[in-house]
Protein backbone atom coordinates (compact mmCIF):
# COMPACT_ATOMS: atom_id res chain seq x y z
CA UNK A 1 0.00 0.00 0.00
CA UNK A 2 1.24 3.29 -0.78
CA UNK A 3 1.57 5.99 1.77
CA UNK A 4 1.16 9.40 1.01
CA UNK A 5 -0.13 12.91 2.22
CA UNK A 6 -2.97 15.21 0.56
CA UNK A 7 -2.44 18.66 0.42
CA UNK A 8 -5.33 21.22 -1.22
CA UNK A 9 -6.75 24.20 -1.08
CA UNK A 10 -10.54 22.94 -0.75
CA UNK A 11 -11.98 21.17 2.39
CA UNK A 12 -14.50 18.95 -0.03
CA UNK A 13 -11.99 15.96 0.52
CA UNK A 14 -14.95 13.52 -0.80
CA UNK A 15 -13.90 12.92 -4.36
CA UNK A 16 -9.92 12.63 -3.61
CA UNK A 17 -10.28 10.10 -0.94
CA UNK A 18 -12.53 7.53 -3.55
CA UNK A 19 -9.52 7.90 -5.61
CA UNK A 20 -6.86 7.16 -2.85
CA UNK A 21 -9.32 4.62 -2.06
CA UNK A 22 -9.39 3.09 -5.38
CA UNK A 23 -5.97 3.08 -5.59
CA UNK A 24 -5.40 1.37 -2.43
CA UNK A 25 -3.26 4.40 -0.59
CA UNK A 26 -2.87 5.03 2.77
CA UNK A 27 -3.08 8.68 3.70
CA UNK A 28 -0.95 9.42 6.45
CA UNK A 29 -1.75 12.99 6.64
CA UNK A 30 -3.31 16.00 4.85
CA UNK A 31 -1.99 19.56 4.88
CA UNK A 32 -4.87 22.28 4.07
CA UNK A 33 -4.59 25.92 2.86
CA UNK A 34 -7.86 27.56 2.69
CA UNK A 35 -7.71 30.04 -0.43
CA UNK A 36 -9.53 31.01 -3.63
CA UNK A 37 -7.40 29.83 -5.79
CA UNK A 38 -3.74 27.97 -5.91
CA UNK A 39 -0.70 30.17 -5.43
CA UNK A 40 0.73 30.65 -8.76
CA UNK A 41 4.25 28.90 -8.64
CA UNK A 42 4.28 26.85 -6.37
CA UNK A 43 0.09 25.58 -5.54
CA UNK A 44 0.33 26.53 -1.62
CA UNK A 45 2.00 29.59 -0.19
CA UNK A 46 5.66 29.59 0.97
CA UNK A 47 4.29 29.69 4.82
CA UNK A 48 2.64 26.43 4.20
CA UNK A 49 5.09 24.69 1.90
CA UNK A 50 7.80 25.45 4.62
CA UNK A 51 5.63 23.65 7.14
CA UNK A 52 4.75 20.96 5.09
CA UNK A 53 8.27 20.65 3.99
CA UNK A 54 8.97 20.13 7.99
CA UNK A 55 5.76 17.59 8.22
CA UNK A 56 7.20 15.12 5.30
CA UNK A 57 10.88 15.25 6.80
CA UNK A 58 9.43 13.93 10.18
CA UNK A 59 6.97 11.75 8.60
CA UNK A 60 8.14 10.81 4.81
CA UNK A 61 5.78 9.46 2.24
CA UNK A 62 5.76 7.84 -1.41
CA UNK A 63 4.25 10.71 -2.95
CA UNK A 64 2.21 13.79 -2.32
CA UNK A 65 -1.13 13.99 -4.01
CA UNK A 66 -3.21 16.97 -4.79
CA UNK A 67 -6.75 17.60 -4.12
CA UNK A 68 -7.14 19.61 -7.06
CA UNK A 69 -5.67 20.13 -10.58
CA UNK A 70 -2.00 21.61 -11.05
CA UNK A 71 -0.84 23.90 -14.01
CA UNK A 72 3.07 22.33 -15.30
CA UNK A 73 4.90 25.17 -13.61
CA UNK A 74 3.05 24.61 -10.37
CA UNK A 75 3.77 20.52 -10.56
CA UNK A 76 7.45 21.29 -11.66
CA UNK A 77 8.32 23.65 -8.48
CA UNK A 78 6.66 21.47 -6.02
CA UNK A 79 8.23 18.31 -6.97
CA UNK A 80 11.87 19.81 -7.52
CA UNK A 81 11.08 21.73 -4.17
CA UNK A 82 9.54 18.57 -2.00
CA UNK A 83 11.56 16.22 -3.82
CA UNK A 84 8.76 13.85 -3.48
CA UNK A 85 6.94 13.09 -6.61
CA UNK A 86 3.21 14.93 -6.53
CA UNK A 87 0.13 13.44 -8.50
CA UNK A 88 -2.83 15.55 -8.82
CA UNK A 89 -6.71 15.04 -9.55
CA UNK A 90 -5.74 14.28 -13.15
CA UNK A 91 -2.77 12.18 -12.26
CA UNK A 92 -4.82 9.62 -9.95
CA UNK A 93 -7.87 9.56 -12.34
CA UNK A 94 -5.00 8.13 -14.86
CA UNK A 95 -3.75 6.00 -11.91
CA UNK A 96 -6.86 4.07 -11.92
CA UNK A 97 -7.83 3.78 -15.81
CA UNK A 98 -4.33 1.85 -16.21
CA UNK A 99 -5.25 -0.14 -13.62
CA UNK A 100 -8.08 -1.25 -14.99
CA UNK A 101 -7.20 -1.05 -18.97
CA UNK A 102 -7.30 -4.57 -19.55
CA UNK A 103 -8.26 -5.07 -23.56
CA UNK A 104 -5.92 -3.17 -26.31
CA UNK A 105 -8.58 -0.08 -26.99
CA UNK A 106 -8.81 0.82 -23.41
CA UNK A 107 -4.81 0.37 -23.20
CA UNK A 108 -4.19 2.59 -26.01
CA UNK A 109 -6.44 4.87 -24.74
CA UNK A 110 -5.18 5.41 -21.23
CA UNK A 111 -1.72 5.67 -23.03
CA UNK A 112 -2.99 8.46 -24.79
CA UNK A 113 -4.76 10.25 -22.01
CA UNK A 114 -1.29 9.76 -20.04
CA UNK A 115 0.98 11.09 -22.73
CA UNK A 116 -1.53 13.87 -23.55
CA UNK A 117 -1.35 14.71 -19.71
CA UNK A 118 2.61 14.30 -19.54
CA UNK A 119 3.20 16.63 -22.47
CA UNK A 120 2.95 19.79 -20.79
CA UNK A 121 5.16 18.86 -18.01
CA UNK A 122 7.55 18.13 -20.50
CA UNK A 123 7.73 21.26 -21.92
CA UNK A 124 7.70 23.11 -18.66
CA UNK A 125 10.93 20.88 -17.94
CA UNK A 126 12.39 21.57 -21.79
CA UNK A 127 11.93 25.63 -20.96
CA UNK A 128 13.41 24.92 -17.24
CA UNK A 129 16.24 23.42 -18.69
CA UNK A 130 16.72 25.99 -21.63
CA UNK A 131 16.95 28.65 -18.53
CA UNK A 132 19.67 26.59 -16.87
CA UNK A 133 17.71 25.54 -13.73
CA UNK A 134 17.87 21.54 -14.18
CA UNK A 135 19.89 19.04 -15.99
CA UNK A 136 17.49 17.81 -18.12
CA UNK A 137 14.17 15.84 -17.43
CA UNK A 138 14.55 13.63 -14.66
CA UNK A 139 18.11 14.15 -14.46
CA UNK A 140 18.91 13.10 -17.81
CA UNK A 141 20.24 15.90 -19.78
CA UNK A 142 19.17 18.07 -22.46
CA UNK A 143 19.92 15.47 -25.24
CA UNK A 144 17.44 13.23 -22.67
CA UNK A 145 14.51 15.94 -22.26
CA UNK A 146 14.25 16.54 -26.15
CA UNK A 147 14.21 13.30 -27.02
CA UNK A 148 11.60 12.57 -25.09
CA UNK A 149 9.13 14.86 -26.21
CA UNK A 150 9.68 13.42 -29.87
CA UNK A 151 9.15 10.20 -28.49
CA UNK A 152 5.59 11.18 -26.91
CA UNK A 153 4.43 12.77 -30.60
CA UNK A 154 5.82 9.69 -32.61
CA UNK A 155 4.23 7.24 -30.01
CA UNK A 156 0.93 9.67 -30.29
CA UNK A 157 0.43 9.06 -33.99
CA UNK A 158 0.99 5.40 -34.05
CA UNK A 159 -1.56 5.19 -31.25
CA UNK A 160 -4.17 7.23 -33.00
CA UNK A 161 -3.46 4.91 -36.20
CA UNK A 162 -4.08 1.75 -34.19
CA UNK A 163 -7.25 3.18 -32.34
CA UNK A 164 -8.76 4.16 -35.57
CA UNK A 165 -8.71 0.89 -36.81
CA UNK A 166 -10.32 -0.65 -34.17
CA UNK A 167 -12.85 1.94 -34.14
CA UNK A 168 -13.61 1.12 -37.42
CA UNK A 169 -14.05 -2.47 -36.45
CA UNK A 170 -16.20 -1.30 -33.81
CA UNK A 171 -18.36 0.75 -35.73
CA UNK A 172 -18.79 -2.05 -38.02
CA UNK A 173 -19.80 -3.77 -35.75
CA UNK A 174 -22.80 -2.10 -34.27
CA UNK A 175 -23.84 -1.54 -37.68
CA UNK A 176 -24.27 -4.84 -38.55
CA UNK A 177 -26.58 -5.68 -35.41
CA UNK A 178 -28.24 -2.33 -35.88
CA UNK A 179 -29.17 -3.63 -39.58
CA UNK A 180 -30.15 -7.58 -38.28
CA UNK A 181 -32.71 -5.98 -36.62
CA UNK A 182 -30.72 -5.31 -32.97
CA UNK A 183 -32.16 -3.13 -30.37
CA UNK A 184 -29.60 -1.34 -28.97
CA UNK A 185 -29.69 -0.23 -25.70
CA UNK A 186 -26.85 1.88 -23.51
CA UNK A 187 -25.87 2.22 -19.95
CA UNK A 188 -24.21 4.80 -18.89
CA UNK A 189 -23.70 7.62 -16.12
CA UNK A 190 -20.83 8.43 -13.16
CA UNK A 191 -18.44 6.23 -12.62
CA UNK A 192 -19.98 4.16 -9.24
CA UNK A 193 -23.46 5.09 -10.07
CA UNK A 194 -23.87 0.97 -9.98
CA UNK A 195 -24.19 0.55 -13.89
CA UNK A 196 -22.33 -2.55 -13.97
CA UNK A 197 -24.61 -3.85 -11.33
CA UNK A 198 -27.72 -2.84 -13.41
CA UNK A 199 -26.14 -4.62 -16.46
CA UNK A 200 -25.61 -8.19 -14.22
CA UNK A 201 -29.33 -7.81 -13.43
CA UNK A 202 -30.53 -7.33 -16.74
CA UNK A 203 -28.11 -10.13 -18.19
CA UNK A 204 -27.78 -12.35 -15.32
CA UNK A 205 -23.99 -11.93 -16.39
CA UNK A 206 -21.23 -11.82 -14.50
CA UNK A 207 -19.69 -8.01 -15.09
CA UNK A 208 -16.98 -6.72 -12.74
CA UNK A 209 -18.39 -4.55 -10.15
CA UNK A 210 -16.32 -2.84 -7.27
CA UNK A 211 -16.80 0.12 -4.82
CA UNK A 212 -14.24 2.04 -6.22
CA UNK A 213 -14.38 4.56 -9.51
CA UNK A 214 -13.67 3.51 -13.12
CA UNK A 215 -13.94 -0.14 -12.73
CA UNK A 216 -15.33 -0.49 -15.70
CA UNK A 217 -13.58 1.43 -18.64
CA UNK A 218 -14.47 -0.82 -21.93
CA UNK A 219 -17.94 -1.26 -23.28
CA UNK A 220 -19.24 -4.79 -22.44
CA UNK A 221 -22.16 -5.90 -24.87
CA UNK A 222 -24.58 -8.77 -23.85
CA UNK A 223 -28.01 -9.75 -24.53
CA UNK A 224 -30.92 -8.71 -22.36
CA UNK A 225 -32.08 -12.16 -20.67
CA UNK A 226 -35.72 -12.86 -20.46
CA UNK A 227 -36.71 -11.57 -23.81
CA UNK A 228 -37.91 -12.44 -27.31
CA UNK A 229 -37.00 -9.36 -28.89
CA UNK A 230 -33.38 -8.89 -29.65
CA UNK A 231 -32.22 -6.69 -26.76
CA UNK A 232 -28.08 -6.17 -26.74
CA UNK A 233 -27.14 -3.81 -24.22
CA UNK A 234 -23.99 -1.92 -23.16
CA UNK A 235 -21.80 -1.04 -20.05
CA UNK A 236 -19.54 1.41 -20.44
CA UNK A 237 -17.18 3.84 -18.97
CA UNK A 238 -18.56 6.32 -16.08
CA UNK A 239 -18.43 9.34 -16.59
CA UNK A 240 -16.29 12.48 -14.03
CA UNK A 241 -16.99 15.91 -13.51
CA UNK A 242 -13.96 18.62 -15.02
CA UNK A 243 -12.61 16.20 -16.96
CA UNK A 244 -10.21 18.10 -19.65
CA UNK A 245 -11.08 17.59 -23.31
CA UNK A 246 -8.30 15.84 -24.00
CA UNK A 247 -9.27 12.95 -21.42
CA UNK A 248 -13.11 12.80 -22.93
CA UNK A 249 -11.79 12.51 -26.60
CA UNK A 250 -9.40 9.68 -25.95
CA UNK A 251 -12.14 7.90 -24.97
CA UNK A 252 -14.73 9.25 -27.57
CA UNK A 253 -14.72 5.84 -29.62
CA UNK A 254 -15.89 3.76 -25.92
CA UNK A 255 -18.41 6.87 -25.57
CA UNK A 256 -19.55 6.63 -29.12
CA UNK A 257 -20.78 3.12 -29.09
CA UNK A 258 -23.22 4.14 -26.14
CA UNK A 259 -24.22 7.54 -28.43
CA UNK A 260 -25.24 4.87 -31.03
CA UNK A 261 -27.63 3.19 -28.66
CA UNK A 262 -31.75 3.46 -29.39
CA UNK A 263 -32.42 3.69 -25.78
CA UNK A 264 -29.96 5.08 -22.94
CA UNK A 265 -30.64 4.15 -19.45
CA UNK A 266 -29.04 7.18 -17.64
CA UNK A 267 -27.79 6.03 -14.07
CA UNK A 268 -27.83 7.56 -11.07
CA UNK A 269 -26.58 7.14 -7.32
CA UNK A 270 -30.21 7.85 -5.61
CA UNK A 271 -28.62 8.03 -2.35
CA UNK A 272 -26.35 10.94 -3.16
CA UNK A 273 -27.97 14.45 -2.39
CA UNK A 274 -30.44 16.29 -4.80
CA UNK A 275 -27.86 18.56 -5.52
CA UNK A 276 -25.52 15.97 -6.42
CA UNK A 277 -28.21 14.37 -8.25
CA UNK A 278 -28.98 17.02 -9.97
CA UNK A 279 -25.43 18.50 -11.21
CA UNK A 280 -24.81 14.98 -12.37
CA UNK A 281 -27.46 14.16 -14.50
CA UNK A 282 -27.48 17.75 -16.05
CA UNK A 283 -23.72 17.02 -16.87
CA UNK A 284 -24.49 13.45 -18.29
CA UNK A 285 -27.38 15.25 -20.20
CA UNK A 286 -24.83 17.56 -21.87
CA UNK A 287 -23.06 15.05 -22.64
CA UNK A 288 -25.58 13.05 -24.24
CA UNK A 289 -27.74 15.53 -25.37
CA UNK A 290 -25.29 16.38 -28.85
CA UNK A 291 -25.51 12.52 -30.01
CA UNK A 292 -28.77 11.51 -28.91
CA UNK A 293 -32.62 12.70 -28.63
CA UNK A 294 -34.12 13.71 -24.88
CA UNK A 295 -37.16 10.88 -25.75
CA UNK A 296 -34.38 8.14 -26.11
CA UNK A 297 -33.32 8.81 -22.64
CA UNK A 298 -34.55 7.11 -19.54
CA UNK A 299 -33.16 8.27 -15.86
CA UNK A 300 -32.70 5.26 -14.17
CA UNK A 301 -32.55 5.90 -10.19
CA UNK A 302 -30.53 3.20 -8.37
CA UNK A 303 -29.37 2.60 -4.68
CA UNK A 304 -33.26 3.00 -3.72
CA UNK A 305 -32.70 0.29 -1.06
CA UNK A 306 -30.62 3.18 0.94
CA UNK A 307 -33.51 5.92 0.71
CA UNK A 308 -35.36 7.66 -2.10
CA UNK A 309 -36.52 10.53 -0.82
CA UNK A 310 -34.09 12.84 -2.51
CA UNK A 311 -35.00 10.95 -6.08
CA UNK A 312 -38.12 12.21 -5.78
CA UNK A 313 -36.89 15.57 -5.34
CA UNK A 314 -35.23 15.27 -8.77
CA UNK A 315 -38.02 13.82 -10.73
CA UNK A 316 -40.30 16.57 -10.08
CA UNK A 317 -36.93 19.43 -11.29
CA UNK A 318 -36.22 16.96 -13.94
CA UNK A 319 -40.03 16.71 -15.46
CA UNK A 320 -40.09 20.32 -15.54
CA UNK A 321 -36.65 21.04 -17.49
CA UNK A 322 -35.95 17.82 -19.94
CA UNK A 323 -37.94 16.02 -22.54
CA UNK A 324 -36.92 12.79 -21.16
CA UNK A 325 -38.63 9.57 -21.95
CA UNK A 326 -39.23 8.86 -18.50
CA UNK A 327 -37.90 8.56 -14.82
CA UNK A 328 -37.87 5.00 -12.62
CA UNK A 329 -36.17 3.83 -9.21
CA UNK A 330 -34.71 0.92 -9.08
CA UNK A 331 -32.24 -1.43 -6.73
CA UNK A 332 -29.55 -3.42 -8.42
CA UNK A 333 -28.66 -5.09 -5.06
CA UNK A 334 -32.33 -5.76 -4.08
CA UNK A 335 -33.91 -6.57 -7.82
CA UNK A 336 -36.99 -4.30 -6.80
CA UNK A 337 -38.30 -2.47 -10.09
CA UNK A 338 -36.36 -4.60 -12.14
CA UNK A 339 -38.94 -5.91 -13.59
CA UNK A 340 -40.36 -2.39 -14.35
CA UNK A 341 -37.25 -1.39 -16.27
CA UNK A 342 -37.82 -4.67 -18.39
CA UNK A 343 -41.57 -3.64 -19.20
CA UNK A 344 -40.24 -0.17 -19.80
CA UNK A 345 -37.47 -1.56 -22.09
CA UNK A 346 -39.53 -3.77 -23.72
CA UNK A 347 -42.24 -1.27 -24.41
CA UNK A 348 -39.66 1.14 -25.86
CA UNK A 349 -39.24 -1.27 -28.72
CA UNK A 350 -42.66 -2.21 -29.69
CA UNK A 351 -43.29 -2.49 -32.96
CA UNK A 352 -46.05 -0.28 -33.56
CA UNK A 353 -46.65 0.32 -37.01
CA UNK A 354 -49.01 -2.04 -39.28
CA UNK A 355 -48.36 -2.81 -42.45
CA UNK A 356 -49.85 -4.41 -45.28
CA UNK A 357 -47.61 -5.58 -48.43
CA UNK A 358 -48.79 -7.12 -51.73
CA UNK A 359 -45.60 -7.93 -53.73
CA UNK A 360 -45.26 -9.97 -57.03
CA UNK A 361 -43.65 -13.30 -57.16
CA UNK A 362 -39.44 -12.95 -57.38
CA UNK A 363 -36.34 -13.53 -55.98
CA UNK A 364 -36.19 -10.25 -54.82
CA UNK A 365 -39.56 -10.31 -53.11
CA UNK A 366 -37.61 -13.59 -51.36
CA UNK A 367 -34.84 -11.78 -50.30
CA UNK A 368 -37.15 -9.15 -49.31
CA UNK A 369 -39.18 -11.53 -46.82
CA UNK A 370 -35.69 -13.19 -45.11
CA UNK A 371 -35.15 -9.65 -44.31
CA UNK A 372 -38.48 -8.48 -43.08
CA UNK A 373 -38.45 -11.71 -40.93
CA UNK A 374 -34.87 -10.60 -39.28
CA UNK A 375 -36.50 -7.03 -38.60
CA UNK A 376 -39.79 -6.70 -38.13
CA UNK A 377 -42.65 -8.79 -36.67
CA UNK A 378 -43.94 -10.74 -39.37
CA UNK A 379 -47.60 -11.78 -38.68
CA UNK A 380 -48.84 -13.65 -41.53
CA UNK A 381 -46.87 -14.58 -45.69
CA UNK A 382 -49.83 -15.46 -47.84
CA UNK A 383 -48.54 -16.77 -50.89
CA UNK A 384 -50.83 -17.40 -54.46
CA UNK A 385 -50.37 -15.57 -57.74
CA UNK A 386 -48.81 -12.39 -55.65
CA UNK A 387 -47.21 -12.24 -52.07
CA UNK A 388 -49.02 -10.94 -49.31
CA UNK A 389 -47.63 -10.00 -46.08
CA UNK A 390 -48.96 -8.53 -42.74
CA UNK A 391 -46.22 -7.36 -40.16
CA UNK A 392 -45.36 -4.90 -37.84
CA UNK A 393 -42.37 -2.93 -37.81
CA UNK A 394 -40.53 -0.11 -36.07
CA UNK A 395 -41.57 3.57 -37.39
CA UNK A 396 -37.67 4.11 -38.06
CA UNK A 397 -38.14 0.63 -40.93
CA UNK A 398 -40.99 2.23 -42.27
CA UNK A 399 -39.15 4.23 -45.08
CA UNK A 400 -36.98 1.79 -45.68
CA UNK A 401 -39.56 -0.94 -46.39
CA UNK A 402 -42.43 1.42 -48.79
CA UNK A 403 -38.92 2.30 -50.75
CA UNK A 404 -38.35 -1.51 -51.21
CA UNK A 405 -41.63 -2.60 -51.97
CA UNK A 406 -41.37 0.39 -54.47
CA UNK A 407 -38.68 -0.89 -56.20
CA UNK A 408 -40.27 -4.66 -56.52
CA UNK A 409 -43.21 -3.02 -58.61
CA UNK A 410 -45.19 -3.97 -54.75
CA UNK A 411 -48.11 -2.16 -53.03
CA UNK A 412 -48.12 -1.46 -48.98
CA UNK A 413 -51.89 -1.73 -48.52
CA UNK A 414 -52.27 -0.66 -45.04
CA UNK A 415 -49.84 1.68 -42.76
CA UNK A 416 -51.07 2.25 -39.38
CA UNK A 417 -49.94 2.82 -35.79
CA UNK A 418 -51.13 -0.20 -34.06
CA UNK A 419 -53.37 0.39 -31.25
N1 LIG B 1 -26.84 -0.11 -1.84
C1 LIG B 1 -26.67 -0.35 -3.15
N2 LIG B 1 -25.44 -0.38 -3.67
C2 LIG B 1 -25.31 -0.61 -5.00
C3 LIG B 1 -26.44 -0.80 -5.85
N3 LIG B 1 -26.00 -0.97 -7.12
C4 LIG B 1 -24.64 -0.90 -7.06
N4 LIG B 1 -24.22 -0.69 -5.79
C5 LIG B 1 -22.83 -0.58 -5.33
O1 LIG B 1 -22.22 0.56 -5.91
C6 LIG B 1 -20.83 0.32 -6.20
C7 LIG B 1 -20.53 0.56 -7.67
O2 LIG B 1 -21.18 -0.40 -8.45
P1 LIG B 1 -20.77 -0.69 -9.97
O3 LIG B 1 -21.89 -1.51 -10.56
O4 LIG B 1 -19.38 -1.20 -10.08
O5 LIG B 1 -20.83 0.79 -10.52
P2 LIG B 1 -20.37 1.34 -11.96
O6 LIG B 1 -21.29 2.48 -12.29
O7 LIG B 1 -20.31 0.23 -12.95
O8 LIG B 1 -18.93 1.90 -11.62
P3 LIG B 1 -17.63 2.13 -12.60
O9 LIG B 1 -17.55 1.02 -13.56
O10 LIG B 1 -16.52 2.14 -11.61
O11 LIG B 1 -17.84 3.46 -13.24
C8 LIG B 1 -20.60 -1.15 -5.77
O12 LIG B 1 -20.07 -1.15 -4.45
C9 LIG B 1 -21.97 -1.76 -5.79
O13 LIG B 1 -22.09 -2.87 -4.92
C10 LIG B 1 -27.76 -0.77 -5.25
O14 LIG B 1 -28.81 -0.93 -5.87
N5 LIG B 1 -27.79 -0.53 -3.90
MG1 LIG C 1 -18.75 -0.50 -14.03
Avoid at 164 to 191: N, P, Q
Avoid at 213 to 219: I, K
Wanted: charged share 25%; net charge negative; hydrophobic share 40%.
Amino acid sequence: MKRICVIGIKEDMQEVYELCESLGYEILFMVLQKRDKPQKSSYLGKGKLDSLELALKACPVEMVVINGDMEPLQHYNLETRLGVRCMDRLGLVLEIFSLNAHDRQAKLQVEKATLLYNLPLIKEWVHREKAGEHPGFMGGGEYSTRSYENFIRSRLMRIEQELESIEDDSARRSRVRKERGFHLVGICGYTNAGKSSLMNRLTKEDVLIENRVFSTLSTTTRRLSGTKKDVLISDTIGFMSDLPPYMVESFRSTLDQIFSADLILLVVDASETFELMMEKILASLQILRPHVYASQIVVVFNKIDRGRAAAEEVKINLSALHDIHDTIEISAHSGENIDALMELIISFFRYEIAMHIRLPQSPNTEKLISWLYESTDIGKVERGESVDISLFCRPQDTERIRDTVKSLSGTVLIHLPSA
